[in-house]
């Protein structure tokens, strides 16, 4: 079965500071693909970034990058000179491919809070 | 990406009343699903919507509970049947905005829940 652990539940930074997000991942699958979500006070849900199991070179946003690492089954997010408009909970969510199976698994999540 | 929509955004309800929630999408897309997400916790998959089919229900979700409905390839319903408190969350839909050819997962804003 497969699993994601964001193992830090709250983090809290001061503004211009970076942050790393950890995600690990669990799964069986040579295919699979992982997501990362971020969900403002809101509530609503929004996309990140997506990357599949083969693409393992990192990826930079703007202020957004993550590191792929298949050896540690690691997807991890940072955020560099944060703002106070980072500050939401973000969620990792893992998709198995096979047939048509696109259902995510999440995460907790990870609570950030950037202070001004 | 698609536009999802979703009614209501939110409501209160009594116990022991159903609700049904609609998601609407602005372009066909082949896979809809349905996530609850609990106060204060992560997304946990309902159930696969499945245009012209029964709906497929993860563990711990059943379909007299959790009736869906998905006439077409733009539009789905989820019914929460004899509400309980333990009801209370928000739920999301979710779209694969491409037919087949694509991991990518949209969000509907979410409908919040509260059961009195």
């Known amino acids: 079965a497969q699993k994601v652990t964001q193992a830090q539940t709250e983090i809290s930074v001061v503004e211009k500071e970076d942050v790393t997000l950890d995600c690990v991942y669990e799964?069986?699958?040579?295919?699979?693909?992982l997501f990362w979500y971020k969900q403002p006070p809101s509530g609503e849900l929004v996309f990140l970034i997506r990357r599949n199991s083969f693409d393992e070179q990192n990826e930079i946003s703007g202020r957004y990058s993550w590191n792929f690492q298949k050896s540690t089954s690691s997807f991890n997010f940072t955020i560099t000179a944060s703002q106070v408009v980072d500050s939401a909970v973000y969620f990792c969510a893992l998709s198995e491919s096979g047939g048509s199976n696109y259902k995510l698994t999440f995460g907790k999540g990870t609570l950030l809070t950037v202070n001004p | 990406s698609a536009v999802i929509s979703q009614k209501p955004s939110r409501d209160i309800c009594q116990r022991g009343t159903s609700l049904t929630i609609q998601c609407q999408v602005d372009s066909q897309v082949t896979m809809m699903f349905w996530y609850r997400q609990q106060p204060g916790q992560s997304l946990t998959l309902i159930a696969t919507?499945?245009?012209?089919?029964?709906?497929?229900?993860e563990s711990g979700f059943v379909i007299d509970k959790f009736p869906i409905s998905r006439p077409n390839l733009t539009f789905s319903t989820l019914t929460v049947s004899n509400m309980s408190p333990e009801d209370s969350s928000i739920y999301l839909c979710?779209?694969?905005?491409?037919?087949?050819?694509?991991?990518?997962?949209?969000f509907g804003p979410g409908t919040r829940l509260t059961v009195t």
């Open positions: 919507a499945n245009q012209g089919s029964e709906a497929t229900y």
């Open positions: 799964t069986r699958d040579t295919t699979y693909y």
């Open positions: 979710s779209v694969s905005p491409k037919l087949g050819s694509s991991y990518e997962q949209y």
